[in-house]
């Protein structure tokens, strides 16, 4: 069943084509294929066909084997690093045990799925790592890549430039100066910039930590608190009386806004009948005053539903990573 033959005619000739499936436990990675012109092979050649695909399949076997004891000893090192507080020393021993030169890292690539299929995420990751001389492991969920290149154009054009398909993960890049602490703090900034993109519904894109501009302090952890505050102080009523008495006015501003205050429209998205949405927003203007709907009060509000859209995408990932 794993091996057939097959008779191809031509005007003067045929030509037998046999071919054999090399196979793993997880299925078929290949086939081995030779041809023979005028007759039909002898059995004892399509046996020695079969053990050298039965030899391919355990070459394959033994290097995948290799590499995912790599992948292991380089991951347990990065979760050792990243989540402990190893010293230095320690860090660099467990290092070189695992391969890896943490004193010639140069830069830092993180790669998030964000729940979708890890399988072309990390093979985007060996990739990029046999690419530009690095070494790639798992880390939380996210595929961590240490790269020698200090050119961080370079890395962005060797993610980017290889597919014309969406990237599997939002990634982030940041430049790093080599050695344990200086490892640790480059992941934390291209985790960050990988954690932006998400929150920016930007999940297929690639970026470095620098082209955050703004953002990278403006949501980092102490950027948030006074961005809680901001939040708070324009919509802190409608939210705890949403909380108190399981209401969903907050949504009903989102949608009346993001509709250009447009009463129908908004009804419709929010499936209810236009005098209950007149009743909601005379309840909102009693809980936000009745300048809430001008143009300026209105952009605020507006502004404090997207911060805090964003707020809460940052903070669910730091609590993914805290626990």
Known sequence: ANTSVRKIDHPDSSTYVVATVIALHDGVVGYLVTSDDGQEPPVDRIRRLEIGAASVALVIASR??????????????????????????????????????????????????????????????SRLATALSGWSAEHAGRAVVLLQESNLMTVRHEITGSTTEPLPAAIGIAACGGGPAEVKGSYESARHTATLLLALSR????????????????????????????????????????????????ATVEAYLAHAQHHSRTAAALFVHNNTLYNQLDRIAELLGDDWRGTDRAFDIQLALRLRALLRTIDQVDEGIDT
């Open 64 to 125: 995948r084997a290799v590499t995912e004891a790599e992948l292991r000893n380089r991951s347990e090192l990065l979760s050792a690093l990243l989540s402990s507080d190893i010293d230095d020393v320690s860090a660099q021993r467990r290092a070189r045990t695992a391969g890896v030169d943490l004193d010639r890292v140069r830069s830092v690539v993180v790669l998030d799925p964000d729940g979708r299929d890890e399988k072309p995420v990390n093979s985007l990751a």
């Open 203 to 250: 999940r297929d894109s690639c970026a470095l930590s620098s082209d955050m501009g703004m953002y990278n302090g403006v949501f980092s952890r102490a950027g948030r608190t006074d961005l809680s505050a901001f939040v708070d102080s324009q919509l802190g009523a409608l939210l705890q009386h949403d909380q108190k008495y399981g209401r969903q006015l907050t």
